[in-house]
């Protein structure tokens, strides 16, 4: 399938006092559309970097990046973005926050609409008027999970979504995501530093290497879900993808 | 509802034994009642005040300059505050000077004041004016400079115009804040009145504290000070049910503490 999302040579240092970092050094790669690609790569190595560049809240410092064919700039609507905090608006209700996106762009009727089925969708039926300093960590990234789907964007990007939930409401998230994803067929990029949530979810894992930061190995995951990690094709890939992280570790 | 009668049982508690004690002594001789008079005493002015009409005459002309000054100072510090909040670094070069006025309590403008704006209603609303600006600008110039990155960040991601953003984020984010800010500008405006008054007034709640003075009434003194603590108390209360019913979504968040404003 043609790459659906091209990222080309893309580049950003950061100035730190008098010292330049580079946070991304000329990452290049592809996606094709309707994928879930799980990126991993340790702390530092720039995945929320690269992920707030495709978004458009950050500048790259040079190369591009291309969307359907057309080259990006800025933000757009094209592109949800699903933060590591679920970052929801204090100040609306659970419905109110989940259709901030399409507030005012459809009738009302279809808004309603459109939030009782994500809402449903996400497995936060019944919540409708809750206040976000009510809900559990595993709500809120739900509703912003929901939030950024209303407006059907084109592509979703997530960063470390389910991180800093417990491990048992991250099973649970993870299962549920992943059926969401198999019913909006939306290609996503998913952000980890878990290694079993990138072989639980992952078409393919792109591992980030840092010190440069660069694309480092692609390995495609071709198995059916949903998978268990106790098969032993997993087992021996979930070796290999540890052994990198370690050797990017030394380095 | 239980919760609310518990509540204001125990708010009326302490003032209740006050009352009692401060009455009884007085019954019993042992507090001079020129100097301090029963409660009973003030209470009887109070009703006397009150029966023959020049209590709410009083009571309405502090009323309305209160509401003229706070009404000016909230017209002008809103829309500055939520400006000078929308630039950034502003507030550096505006804090010494914002911090120069702060040492200046409203009362040493009085004699300015009126020398400026003569002895009549325009000063005295000036006065109140000043002394509600300030809480009101600092409070809505804060709430709006501190709105959250992060969610101007989500607001971007949507492709909010600047201007979508500002109503949409900016403005609910600041507006805790900006309540705040009236909250306090109100009970200072409220503060300052009396001192705007005891100067050449000839009616209001601090003319009739000035006439207790001049006709050696303690009682009359005592009576318009429980009126201002009152009226006061009062204000709050509705301005804090308002903010109940207008934010409902801090009623489920602790608050947080605010910079306080002195103007005296
Ligand atoms: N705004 C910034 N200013 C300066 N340097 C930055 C900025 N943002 C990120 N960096 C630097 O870029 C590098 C990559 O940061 P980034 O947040 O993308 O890492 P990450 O892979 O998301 O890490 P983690 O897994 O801990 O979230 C870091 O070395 C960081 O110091
Ligand atoms: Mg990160």
Same mark, same amino acid.
């Given at each position: 399938m043609a790459a659906f999302l091209k990222l080309k040579e893309i580049s950003k240092n950061y100035t730190i006092g008098s010292k330049q970092i580079w946070a991304l050094r000329d990452l290049s790669f592809e996606v094709t559309s309707g994928e879930l690609i799980c990126i991993i790569g340790k702390s530092g190595c720039g995945k929320t970097t690269l992920l707030r560049i495709i978004?458009?809240?950050?500048?790259?410092?040079?190369?591009?990046?291309?969307?359907?064919?057309?080259?990006? !700039?800025?933000?757009?609507?094209?592109?949800?973005?699903?933060?590591?905090?679920?970052?929801?608006f204090p100040w609306l209700t659970l419905e109110a926050n989940i259709a901030f996106g399409i507030r005012g762009r459809m009738s009302r009727e279809l808004e309603y609409k459109t939030v009782a089925d994500l809402m449903e969708m996400v497995g936060? !039926?019944?919540?409708? !008027?809750?206040?976000?300093?009510?809900?559990?960590?595993?709500?809120?990234?739900?509703?912003?999970?929901?939030?950024?789907?209303?407006?059907?964007?084109?592509?979703?990007?997530?960063?470390?979504?389910?991180?800093?939930?417990?491990?048992?409401?991250?099973? !649970?998230?993870?299962?549920?995501?992943?059926?969401?994803?198999?019913?909006?067929?939306?290609?996503?990029?998913?952000?980890?530093?878990?290694?079993?949530?990138?072989?639980?979810?992952?078409?393919?894992?792109?591992i980030m290497h840092s010190n440069p930061s660069r694309v480092g190995d692609i390995i495609s995951l071709p198995f059916p879900y949903p998978r268990s990690l106790e098969d032993p094709e997993l087992r021996a890939i979930k070796q290999r993808v540890l052994s990198l992280f370690i050797a990017d570790s030394a380095d | 509802m239980t919760n609310v009668f518990k509540k204001t049982i125990m708010a009326l508690l302490l003032p209740f034994v006050l009352v009692l004690v401060w009455e009884l002594f007085s019954q019993m001789g042992w507090l001079n009642n020129y100097l301090l008079p029963p409660p009973s005493g003030i209470m009887d002015q109070l009703f006397a005040l009150a029966h023959n009409g020049t209590l709410?005459?009083?009571?309405?002309?502090?009323?309305?300059?209160?509401?003229?000054?706070?009404?000016?100072?909230?017209?002008?510090?809103?829309?500055?505050?939520?400006l000078l909040g929308l630039v950034p670094r502003v507030q550096d070069y505006l804090s010494p000077f914002?911090?120069?006025l702060q040492q200046i309590p409203a009362?040493?403008?009085?004699?300015?004041?009126?020398?400026?704006?003569?002895?009549?209603?325009?000063?005295?609303?000036?006065?109140?004016?000043?002394?509600?600006?300030?809480?009101?600008?600092?409070?809505?110039?804060?709430?709006?400079?501190?709105?959250?990155?992060? %969610?101007?960040?989500?607001?971007?991601?949507?492709?909010?115009?600047?201007?979508?953003?500002?109503?949409?984020?900016?403005?609910?984010?600041?507006?805790?804040?900006?309540?705040?800010?009236?909250? %306090?500008?109100?009970?200072?405006?409220?503060?300052?009145?009396?001192?705007?008054?005891?100067?050449?007034?000839?009616?209001?709640?601090?003319?009739?504290?000035?006439?207790?003075?001049? %006709?050696a009434q303690p009682d009359l003194m005592l009576a318009g000070v429980l009126m201002i603590g009152i009226t006061g108390l009062f204000l709050d209360f509705v301005f804090l049910r308002l903010e109940k019913t207008l934010l409902p979504w801090r009623n489920t968040q602790e608050r947080r503490e605010v910079p306080k404003w002195q103007p005296f």
């Open positions: 978004a458009g809240l950050e500048k790259q410092t040079s190369g591009e990046i291309i969307l359907n064919g057309q080259a990006l !700039k800025d933000t757009g609507r094209e592109r949800g973005m699903v933060f590591q905090e679920p970052r929801l936060l !039926k019944g919540f409708a !008027k809750a206040w976000p300093s009510q809900l559990s960590g595993g709500m809120a990234q739900r509703a912003a999970i929901a939030r950024a789907l209303a407006v059907d964007p084109a592509i979703l990007l997530l960063d470390e979504p389910f991180s800093a939930l417990d491990a048992l409401t991250r099973t !649970k998230l993870q299962t549920d995501f992943l059926h969401l994803w198999q019913r909006t067929q939306k290609t996503c990029i998913h952000v980890t530093h878990d290694v079993d949530e990138a072989l639980t979810l992952g078409q393919k894992i792109m | 709410l005459n009083h009571l309405s002309a502090s009323l309305y300059r209160v509401g003229c000054g706070f009404g000016l100072a909230f017209c002008l510090a809103l829309p500055l505050g939520f914002l911090n120069f009362i040493a403008w009085i004699p300015m004041f009126i020398l400026w704006l003569g002895i009549d209603e325009t000063s005295k609303i000036s006065i109140i004016t000043y002394s509600g600006f300030f809480p009101i600008f600092l409070n809505t110039m804060h709430g709006i400079s501190n709105t959250d990155s992060k %969610l101007k960040e989500v607001a971007s991601t949507f492709g909010l115009s600047p201007w979508q953003i500002i109503v949409r984020v900016y403005l609910p984010s600041a507006a805790p804040s900006v309540f705040v800010g009236m909250r %306090l500008g109100l009970s200072f405006c409220w503060r300052s009145l009396v001192a705007a008054e005891l100067l050449g007034a000839s009616k209001g709640i601090g003319y009739l504290i000035q006439e207790g003075r001049e %006709l």
